[in-house]
């Protein structure tokens, strides 16, 4: 399994601390079996930081004309119209998907076309699975428009143990399905807003896989 770019440090440094750790526990801290215990809660710790940092390579094999993709893993916690002021200025249906500890937090782009606006807000870090986190969470905000001339929003939200948002798309860019937007950090939700005539294929609950299920069709005509 290849690690996220985003975690080869921090997997590095967090095995030669728990490395050091483990030494003297072993050295003098008798009997054999509290060093068994110790050293196999390290290990799970490890796994645990591990999952986080998982970077399946993805290839989309569908139909992608008006297609939009899941940006990430995780379950659809959210589908509901709202107002999007900020990169589409209008009513749009929001589908949000919550990601917990043990999914890949590697972010995908939704949809192939070009990066119009990115605009990262610091905020605050209450638990994403909360509507109110959508505008109160630190958050990245990537506005898309599709080949066929859909206007298409990303939104990147930290939640409760997330500290870092990384977002790599740039005005200008280009954004395709197969190819990383960014990574959160130990978090937590992205939501999508799209046209409010889109037609939803996902469900409440429903989980769903980052750049493999699709989540939406895009009306044939730009409204």
Same mark, same amino acid.
């Given at each position: ?13 967090? +095995? ?21 215990? +110790? ?13 986080? #940092?998982? %970077? ?37 249906? @929001?589908?949000?998907?919550? @990601? %917990?500890? +043990? ?15 990115? =605009?990262?807000?610091?905020? =605050? ?37 997330? =500290? ?5 798309? =740039? ?11 960014? +990574?959160? $950090? #130990? ?21 769903? $896989? ?14």
């Amino acid at each position: 399994m290849k690690i996220h770019r985003e975690g080869t440090n921090i997997l590095i440094l967090l +095995f030669l601390v728990i490395g050091a750790l483990n030494v003297p526990v072993w050295l003098f801290m008798p009997p054999v079996v509290l060093p068994i215990i +110790f050293s196999s809660i390290s290990v799970v710790a490890y796994l645990f930081v591990f999952n986080f #940092f998982r %970077s399946p390579k993805r290839h989309y094999r569908g139909n992608r004309k008006d297609t939009v993709v899941s940006s990430v893993d995780g379950k659809v916690v959210a589908i509901e119209k709202v107002n999007e002021p900020e990169y589409l200025k209008t009513e749009a249906i @929001m589908l949000s998907v919550f @990601m %917990s500890p +043990f999914n890949v937090h590697a972010n995908w782009y939704p949809v192939d076309g070009t990066v119009e606006y990115v =605009r990262h807000h610091k905020g =605050r870090f209450i638990a994403a699975y909360l509507p109110k986190s959508s505008t109160e969470n630190e958050r990245s905000t990537v506005g898309m428009v599709t080949p066929g001339g859909h206007r298409i929003t990303a939104r990147q939200i930290a939640g409760a143990m997330a =500290r870092r948002i990384v977002t790599y798309a =740039r005005k200008g860019h280009k954004a395709d399905i197969d190819w990383h937007l960014g +990574f959160i $950090k #130990f978090g937590s939700r992205v939501d999508l807003y799209l046209p409010t005539n889109s037609e939803i294929l996902v469900k409440m609950n429903q989980k769903v $896989k980052g750049g493999i299920t699709p989540v939406a069709h895009l009306p044939s005509k730009v409204e």
